[in-house]
């Protein structure tokens, strides 16, 4: 089965540019996540969608945002680019987007899209 | 106060030997799922290993185990008979069962020596 595939694979824009990143799941899973991980760091939490509906955000400011699609991808937005936002950004896609009393649910990655802002 | 924390920037490892990547988390939830991801110069990450917190024993794949222990609060990685292409970097996640996100550590740097 195709694990979790993102495009493009690398990316560079100018500041204040606007990029738009996208995620396919693992067949069947409903869930995608977004995180943004700066080099030398673990990534960090931007966005959750499940069944197309946004169910978490990290703290990150409103020129990010996301939607799903009724096939389940999805696609992350970043308008007026900043030099600060150049990182590898990671889509992440597990089964269930619930939390419930146990969160078994392991999130897996796809290989990200590297965005360098010039 | 940091949810996961990872205090090893890096470590070596002679091939073969085994090598443990120490975390430790922050929670005030009883329900809370653990995580180790295996992160190579490609960039993807590879999830390795999961550990709930009612689980009374440790998890164990293969050539990875989770030495877990609760009332430390701390989620240890064994690799055991390391290889070269265990070289990576290495994340331990947290998910709280109130929660949505994956919290990660700043990762430990793993070298294998031949």
């Known amino acids: 089965d195709a694990g979790v595939t993102q495009s493009p694979t690398h990316l560079i824009k100018t500041r204040g540019q606007h990029v738009t990143l996208r995620c396919s799941p693992i067949?069947?899973?409903?869930?995608v996540s977004w995180y943004q991980q700066v080099l030398g760091q673990g990534p960090q939490f931007i966005f959750q969608y499940y069944e197309k509906e946004e169910r978490g955000r990290g703290n990150f400011p409103d020129r990010f945002s996301a939607r799903q699609f009724p096939n389940y991808s999805s696609e992350l937005n970043v308008n007026a680019l900043l030099l600060g936002d150049s990182a590898l950004y990671l889509c992440?896609?597990?089964?269930?987007?619930?939390?419930?009393?146990?969160?078994?649910?392991?999130?897996?990655f796809g290989p990200g899209t590297r965005l360098t802002v010039l | 106060a940091q949810k996961i924390t990872q205090t090893q920037p890096g470590m070596f490892v002679q091939e073969k030997e085994a090598v443990t990547l120490d975390c430790t988390y922050d929670t005030s939830d009883q329900s809370y799922g653990l995580f180790w991801y295996k992160q190579p110069s490609s960039g993807e990450m590879i999830f390795l290993i999961y550990q709930g917190s009612y689980d009374e024993q440790n998890a164990t794949e293969g050539r990875y185990s989770l030495n877990f222990q609760k009332a430390r609060k701390s989620a240890n990685l064994v690799i055991s008979a390391s290889q070269l292409g265990d070289s990576a970097m290495y994340f331990c996640a947290m998910r709280e069962g109130t929660g949505n996100q994956f919290y990660f550590g700043t990762g430990t740097s793993l070298t294998v020596i031949p």
């Open positions: 992440a896609s597990s089964s269930t987007g619930t939390s419930g009393r146990l969160s078994t649910d392991t999130q897996y």
């Open positions: 067949s069947g899973h409903k869930s």
